[in-house]
């Protein structure tokens, strides 16, 4: 098992830009892939973005395409997501996901071995 803990969220005006990071650690002798999830007051969590262990794998959500990028550093420690050009519905939790293996990208819950608390994302109009 391994834990998360996400930093970077806050209050953003419409057409700004923030940086969400994931400080991994625990059980970092096993080699997971990595994602970022969401959700919104009333809605179910959803797949933002995810990246393999090697970082060449990496998958976005169709909302997100083009405007948040996923990244990990070369230790294998941290986990970033780039959010830019945010919108008012991209206000959420955000929440950081450990998979249960190296390259199989948890896009959905199920896939997922370990969660973050969560870092509020706010987008004002």
């Known amino acids: 098992q391994v834990q998360l803990v996400e930093s970077g969220g806050g209050l953003v005006q419409a057409g700004g830009s923030l940086r969400l990071s994931c400080v991994v650690s625990?059980?970092?002798?096993?080699?997971?892939?990595m994602g970022w999830f969401r959700q919104a007051p009333g809605k179910e969590r959803e797949f933002v973005a995810g990246i393999g262990w090697r970082g060449a794998n990496i998958y976005y959500g169709e909302y997100v395409k083009g405007r948040f990028t996923i990244s990990r550093d070369n230790a294998k420690t941290k986990v970033y997501l780039q959010m830019s050009s945010l919108k008012p519905e991209d206000t959420a939790v955000y929440y950081c996901?450990?998979?249960?293996?190296?390259?199989?990208?948890?896009?959905?819950?199920?896939?997922?071995?370990?969660w973050g608390q969560g870092t509020q994302v706010t987008v004002s109009s």
């Open positions: 996901a450990a998979g249960t293996s190296a390259e199989m990208i948890p896009t959905t819950a199920t896939l997922v071995g370990s």
């Open positions: 625990g059980r970092t002798d096993s080699n997971y892939a």
